[in-house]
């Protein structure tokens, strides 16, 4: 329940209400003492719309560059710090070179399948 609530809060709570107070600074900031774009943007609603209309590609294109490039090393970095990644690289090469004693090996496997058992809903 930690992990879901903790989720939950980072990724839509929190980003809504950021998003909103925002919204809400941009706003004031910007219209405070300028008349001319208060004359365009009468209302916090006109001034939302047309935020919404210009961010939302540019954050979708953004989002697209990063996936495409950027995820790649931060998913290579991360599993190379991977504990559990070494562990299973470094049984494999022992049993590839004879190393492994058969404990070992069997330990690994029961490891192996205690993960496969876990259920997605227990983390």
Known sequence: MWYDARFAHTNYLMFLLVFVNFILIAYNFLLEDNTGLNNIFSNLWVFTLVFLILYIP???IIG???TQNQIKVEHEMRFKQN???????RTLMDVKTGRASEEEIEKFRKMLTDIEKKDINEF
């Open 64 to 66: 697209r560059w990063h």
């Open 83 to 89: 504990p559990m990644f070494s562990k299973m690289i």
């Open 58 to 60: 540019i954050s979708v």
